[in-house]
C-alpha cells in the first residue's frame, strides 16, 4: 500500500470524514465528549503566545468555540480546518455575519494549503487520531510545509495514561517527552518546547480524560 492508498482508505473508511460528520449531525455539543467552553486551555495558551495580527489555523476545529473566542479577543487571520461539513456549517451559522471573518476549509487537513505559512497551528484531539508511522509521517510533512520558519505549535492529545480510543476510533497517547520527539523525528525539523502540561479535560458526561498539552516553536 502507498502512502497516497493509506491516507485515501482513511478519508473513506471508519476514520473519514463520514464517520465524523454523522457524530456531529447526530449529537449536539452537551453529548459530544470532547465539547468544553471558550474559556479554555488553548486559548489562554495562544493569547500568551502570539499577537493579535498573528496567522492561526485550528486543525481539525468542528464546533470547537475557539476560533469563536479568539475573534471576540481581537485576532483577524483565523482558518478552521475540518473535514465534517456538518460541523464546519453549524459553526459558521452560530457566527452569523462574523464568519466572514474566518477562513473555511472543508476537506482533509493533509490536503490543506495555507496561502502564507500560519505563526500558530492549533489541534486539540485530532493529531492523536494518527496511529502510523505512514500517517504520523503525513501530518508531520503539512506541519512542515504550512508553519512559518519561526512559528508555534500547539498540541493537545490524550496522555499516555488517558483512554485508548476518542469518539469511538483508536489513538495514540503521549506524555511530553514522546511528543516533542515525534514531532522533532520529522526530517529537517527542529522544535523546541516551551510549554507543557498534563490536562485533566471532564467531559460533558462528568467523565475525566487526562491530556497532553505542548507548545513548540519551530527554530
Ligand atoms: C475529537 S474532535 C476534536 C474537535 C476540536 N478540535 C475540539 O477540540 O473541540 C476531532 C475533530 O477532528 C476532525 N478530523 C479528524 N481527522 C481529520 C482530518 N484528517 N482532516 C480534517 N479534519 C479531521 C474531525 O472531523 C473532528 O472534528
Redesign the pocket.
Known amino acids: 500500500m502507498t502512502e497516497e492508498d493509506h491516507t485515501s482508505l ?2 473513506q473508511g471508519t ?1 473519514g ?1 463520514n464517520h ?2 454523522k457524530r ?1 449531525r447526530d449529537n449536539d455539543d452537551t453529548v459530544l465528549s ?3 467552553g471558550s474559556e479554555s486551555l488553548s486559548f489562554k495558551w495562544i493569547v500568551g503566545a502570539v499577537s493579535k495580527t498573528s496567522l492561526v489555523v ?7 468555540l ?1 476560533l469563536p473566542a479568539l475573534l471576540s479577543a481581537g485576532y483577524k487571520h483565523l482558518t478552521h ?4 461539513k456538518s ?1 464546519s456549517l453549524s459553526l459558521q451559522n452560530s457566527l452569523g455575519s462574523r464568519s466572514s471573518n474566518i477562513d473555511w476549509f472543508i ?4 490536503r490543506w494549503q495555507a496561502k502564507t505559512p500560519v505563526d500558530l497551528w492549533h ?4 493529531f492523536h ?1 494518527q496511529t502510523d508511522h505512514i500517517l504520523i509521517g503525513n501530518y508531520l510533512k503539512s506541519v512542515h510545509q504550512n508553519v512559518d520558519k519561526n512559528g508555534y505549535i500547539l498540541l ?1 492529545t490524550f496522555h499516555l495514561d488517558g483512554p485508548e480510543t ?2 469511538g476510533l483508536p489513538v495514540m497517547g503521549y506524555d511530553e517527552s514522546s511528543l516533542i520527539a515525534t514531532l522533532k523525528s520529522f526530517d529537517g525539523s527542529n522544535w523546541v518546547a516551551l510549554n507543557s502540561t498534563v490536562w485533566t479535560h471532564t467531559t460533558p458526561a462528568g467523565r475525566d480524560q487526562k491530556f497532553q498539552y505542548l507548545l513548540a516553536q519551530r527554530r
Do not use: N, P, Q, T
Not at 58 to 64: F, K, L, N, V
Not at 107 to 110: A, E, I, N, T, V
Not at 123 to 126: F, G, I, K, L, P
Open positions: 482513511d478519508r476514520h470524514e465524523w460528520d456531529y470532547w465539547s468544553e485550528d486543525i481539525g476545529a468542528g464546533r470547537s475557539l480546518v475540518d473535514w465534517a460541523a476537506g482533509d487537513l493533509m489541534d486539540r484531539a485530532v487520531f493537545a476518542c469518539s
